[in-house]
């Protein structure tokens, strides 16, 4: 029997949204023949996903123990957002050792070994420069891959295509001059890590004997290890220096980028990178078990309640972190929003009002509680808070709904996929990218300001109505998306077709196509 392909999936830094479709496409992966898959993931998201039954179909999970940050990035406090960037590169550097020694000694001493990875894992980067190996890293969202054409998510180069590309070039420099002085200098930066990396000829020194009769018997056992993220000394010979602005091109893979997006979620820019792959659509896991999957029961029977009186359900969803909507003001607003939705209608129309109930989905307990209209709502049946619920179930399930959100790509993904128009906030990351794509390419909703919606009442009414509205065009458009999502999945998935993307690059051809790739670079 031919040795088996060995596939290193980081998932060892970023949001849940950014894990997750690491976790599907190291499953999928682990479901193809002759295959070891090792996936390596945070702490924070461990045991959420090693809960999961489909877990023990990967050969290996190494929990990487999530470093201690002290300046983190405090939700509702802006301040927050002068320390946000310096938190996030510390996190990155102090993962990226640990994790780097981890994957090397995973690295396969018979048959191939493939390399994948976020692009901010740049342990996976590492490994790649001082090994050869293939490499690809997965682009969740088009906010990755920059453009002097048209570009939204990026601070100081956002704008259409009539934004003189000189104007985002200048941006682009000034904000990777930021974020060069916080992860390349210093005793952790990358310039110190690639002087330190072992320079291998594709074989790990810490092979197992276990380990390589495993492999012989193709054996699937699952291990966890747990790792405190501390300093790895490996000096040997020096790697040539990695190159400035590592956000610009050096964070993607010189080999492969998978793009999980459709191709008219959003246009395709003519300086986008040339080893771009798209992969057809979006992930769309949010780890529903099965179709009555909705989290808890106290959430199904929220929902079916909410069906069974022919209410609409707004569902509210700000991500995890962030400093504007995971506080009490936003909370508040959309509450008070959903009631005046519920007891007015558009001026000029003759739209009949309905009841609508709101599900608030966000670990910030406190911040829903300490509201002034939580505790009153929810005692007559019109508002539940949940800490998480797969939004495929919910929204699937709910006959008349809409979304309030951040603009996280998951989000979107699932509120298309589910024909349910959003009111997008955007306001950090990828927001204003995605923002951009379902208000003003898809119109499949709105996107008021973020600040606005929270401090002014008449902005948030307005939008919670104008997508609650059973005929409005952006209900029309949603649903219209939604067909097009089905029609374009043809019997596979997005995150299969991904793993056969990197399964390729075990090829002679893709590695020698990759190698021309890296000269021209």
């Known amino acids: 029997m031919a040795s088996p392909t060995t596939v290193l999936v980081a998932a060892a830094y970023g949001s849940h949204g950014d894990v997750q479709p690491m976790y599907a496409l190291a499953i999928a992966l682990a479901r193809k023949p002759n295959t070891r898959v090792h996936f390596f993931v945070s702490s924070k998201h461990a045991d959420r996903l090693a809960a999961r039954q489909d877990a023990t179909m990967l050969h290996e999970v190494i929990v990487v123990q999530e470093p201690d940050v002290d300046d983190k990035w405090s939700p509702g406090k802006w301040e927050g957002a002068v320390k946000g960037p310096k938190a996030i590169a510390r996190r990155w550097l102090l993962t990226a050792r640990p994790l780097y020694a981890l994957m090397q000694a995973r690295i396969a001493t018979s048959g191939s070994t493939v390399i994948v990875a976020h692009p901010l894992n740049f342990a996976a980067r590492l490994l790649h420069d001082a090994t050869g190996l293939p490499y690809a890293t997965v682009a969740l969202a088009p906010w990755l891959m920059r453009s002097r054409t048209q570009c939204y998510g990026w601070p100081l180069v956002s704008g259409g295509s009539w934004t003189p590309a000189w104007i985002k070039e200048m941006g682009y420099y000034v904000i990777d001059l930021l974020i060069d002085s916080l992860v390349v200098p210093?005793?952790?930066?990358?310039?110190?890590?690639?002087?330190?990396?072992?320079?291998?000829?594709?074989?790990?020194?810490?092979?197992?004997?276990?380990?390589?009769?495993?492999?012989?018997?193709?054996?699937?056992?699952?291990?966890?290890?747990?790792?405190?993220?501390?300093?790895?000394?490996?000096?040997?010979?020096?790697?040539?220096?990695?190159?400035?602005?590592?956000?610009?091109r050096w964070f993607h893979s010189p080999m492969r980028i998978l793009a999980l997006w459709p191709s008219w979620y959003y246009p395709q820019q003519p300086d986008w990178p040339t080893q771009l792959v798209n992969c057809g659509g979006f992930p769309l896991f949010d780890e529903k078990n099965d179709d009555d999957d909705l989290g808890s029961e106290e959430v199904a029977s929220f929902v079916k309640t909410c069906v069974d009186d022919k209410a609409a359900l707004l569902v509210v969803t700000p991500?995890?972190?962030?400093?504007?909507?995971?506080?009490?003001?936003?909370?508040?607003?959309?509450?008070?929003?959903?009631?005046?939705?519920?007891?007015?209608?558009?001026?000029?129309?003759?739209?009949?009002?309905?009841?609508?109930?709101?599900?608030?989905?966000?670990?910030?307990?406190?911040?829903?509680?300490?509201?002034?209209?939580?505790?009153?709502?929810?005692?007559?049946?019109?508002?539940?808070?949940?800490?998480?619920?797969?939004?495929?179930?919910?929204?699937?399930?709910?006959?008349?709904?809409?979304?309030?959100?951040?603009?996280?790509?998951?989000?979107?993904?699932?509120?298309?996929?589910?024909?349910?128009?959003?009111?997008?906030?955007?306001?950090?990351?990828?927001?204003?990218?995605?923002?951009?794509?379902?208000?003003?390419?898809?119109?499949?909703?709105?996107?008021?300001?973020?600040?606005?919606?929270?401090?002014?009442?008449?902005?948030?009414?307005?939008?919670?109505?104008?997508?609650?509205?059973?005929?409005?065009?952006?209900?029309?458009?949603?649903?219209?998306?939604?067909?097009?999502?089905?029609?374009?999945?043809?019997?596979?998935?997005?995150?299969?077709?991904?793993?056969?993307?990197?399964?390729?690059?075990?090829?002679?051809?893709?590695?020698?196509?990759?190698?021309?790739?890296?000269?021209?670079?």
């Open 186 to 248: 210093g005793e952790l930066g990358l310039r110190s890590m690639y002087d330190d990396l072992v320079a291998v000829d594709n074989v790990p020194s810490s092979s197992t004997q276990q380990e390589e009769e495993e492999q012989q018997e193709g054996s699937s056992s699952s291990v966890t290890i747990t790792v405190t993220c501390t300093d790895a000394n490996n000096t040997t010979r020096p790697i040539p220096p990695p190159p400035r602005r590592i956000l610009d």
């Open 319 to 521: 991500g995890t972190t962030n400093p504007l909507l995971c506080t009490t003001a936003f909370f508040d607003a959309a509450l008070g929003a959903a009631q005046e939705a519920a007891s007015s209608s558009r001026p000029g129309t003759q739209t009949t009002t309905i009841p609508v109930r709101v599900l608030l989905l966000t670990p910030h307990k406190d911040a829903v509680l300490a509201t002034n209209r939580y505790e009153a709502m929810h005692a007559r049946g019109e508002a539940l808070h949940a800490s998480y619920a797969p939004l495929s179930g919910v929204l699937a399930h709910a006959k008349h709904a809409a979304l309030v959100h951040h603009g996280g790509i998951g989000t979107v993904a699932q509120a298309l996929r589910c024909g349910v128009p959003s009111v997008v906030l955007a306001n950090a990351f990828d927001q204003f990218d995605n923002a951009w794509a379902v208000a003003e390419h898809l119109k499949c909703g709105v996107r008021p300001s973020a600040k606005a919606f929270v401090k002014d009442a008449d902005v948030a009414a307005s939008s919670v109505r104008a997508v609650l509205e059973l005929d409005s065009i952006y209900r029309t458009r949603a649903q219209e998306v939604s067909a097009r999502i089905a029609e374009d999945s043809n019997g596979r998935t997005t995150i299969d077709r991904a793993a056969d993307a990197v399964l390729a690059l075990t090829t002679a051809d893709a590695a020698a196509a990759s190698l021309d790739k890296e000269e021209e670079a």
